[in-house]
């Protein structure tokens, strides 16, 4: 599976911006696609989750009514819509995937099989 990661730029504070991530090599259907994102100084953290199959989706608490991940079947993307912005966001975003395993490891970075190049979201004050 190769992903491609784009929508990254420069927002003010309480902007909005749509992440994607475009999945090519297989079809998700039996994958999980996650956010994670890796902040200046900062060890890379689980953003959002979303398991292909049933759409159930999680989210780190610190991004929790914020941000939205979605999925297009059609055309194999991620989305991960970004609203109300904080300086705190700003940070490289990367997409991942895995082949669906058990819940609980959905959050940690380890477990993922397959990652994007980044895109860099900058949120000024």
């Known amino acids: 599976v190769q992903l491609q990661a784009s929508g990254g730029g420069l927002v003010q504070a309480g902007g909005s911006l749509r992440l994607a991530c475009a999945a090519s090599?297989?079809?998700?259907?039996?994958?999980?696609m996650a956010w994670f994102r890796q902040g200046p100084g900062k060890e890379r953290e689980f953003v959002a989750a979303?398991?292909?199959?049933?759409?159930?989706?999680y989210y780190a608490d610190s991004v929790k009514g914020r941000f939205a991940i979605s999925g297009d079947n059609a055309k194999n993307t991620v989305y991960l819509q970004m609203n109300s912005l904080k300086p705190e966001d700003t940070a490289v975003y990367y997409c991942?995937?895995?082949?669906?395993?058990?819940?609980?490891?959905?959050?940690?970075?380890?477990?993922?099989?397959?990652w994007g190049q980044g895109t860099l979201v900058t949120v000024s004050s």
């Open positions: 991942a995937a895995r082949i669906r395993k058990i819940v609980s490891t959905i959050r940690f970075a380890y477990a993922y099989d397959y």
């Open positions: 090599g297989r079809t998700l259907g039996s994958y999980e």
């Open positions: 979303i398991r292909w199959s049933g759409g159930s989706t």
